[in-house]
């Protein structure tokens, strides 16, 4: 084992990943770990590693929310994530930026997304975090199901967008 591999072992089984200099971008059906995407962006030449954590809260438009289930289709999710995170990479000479991505069932107060990103100097690393959230929100092909006590709603992964109630055997009508 290379001291690169002690650094940063292989991804555990459930989590699909691209890994390139300077980018780590990964969807996982496992709860998320600040700390290992952290690990992913440190630098000896950052000043600053700025991190995102987005977390389901338990309402939305003051209706009680039970969990939330996001889908993807992980190749070309993985591709968007993995060209976000070049172009902020460049844009803002980061060091560092990963971004990792929850599926499956997301229970109340657990994490959906971290973005982690470091830079020599901190004020790139605040910009870069949030355009990273917001790009991913405008682009990523993940779909999120918010679930209620009576029922559940497909939502655009975007803030504020209520979504649209999905009825078993529609056909999109």
């Not at 990963?98 to 107060?109: D, Q």
């Not at 790009?135 to 029922?151: I, S």
Request: hydrophobic letters at 35%; a negative charge.
């Amino acid at each position: 084992m290379t001291t690169q591999d002690q650094v940063n072992p292989p991804p555990p089984e459930g989590e699909s990943f691209i890994s390139l200099p300077g980018i780590y971008v990964s969807l996982t059906d496992l709860p998320l770990d600040i700390l290992s995407i952290m690990d992913k962006v440190r630098s000896p030449e950052a000043g600053a590693i700025v991190t995102f954590a987005g977390t389901t809260r338990n309402n939305f438009a003051s209706k009680p929310v039970t969990s939330l289930t996001y889908t993807s289709y992980r190749p070309l999710a993985l591709q968007t994530l993995s060209s976000i995170a070049s172009s902020l990479l460049t844009k803002h000479a980061l060091r560092g930026i990963a971004i990792v991505h929850r599926l499956g069932t997301v229970p109340i107060g657990e994490e959906s997304i971290l973005i982690a990103v470091s830079s020599a100097h901190r004020k790139a690393a605040w910009l870069a975090g949030e355009e990273a959230l917001e790009e991913c929100k405008e682009k990523l092909e993940v779909w999120k199901r918010e679930e209620f006590e009576d029922g559940g709603v497909w939502r655009a992964n975007r803030d504020g967008h209520q979504g649209a109630e999905v009825k078993e055997g529609s056909k999109g009508e």
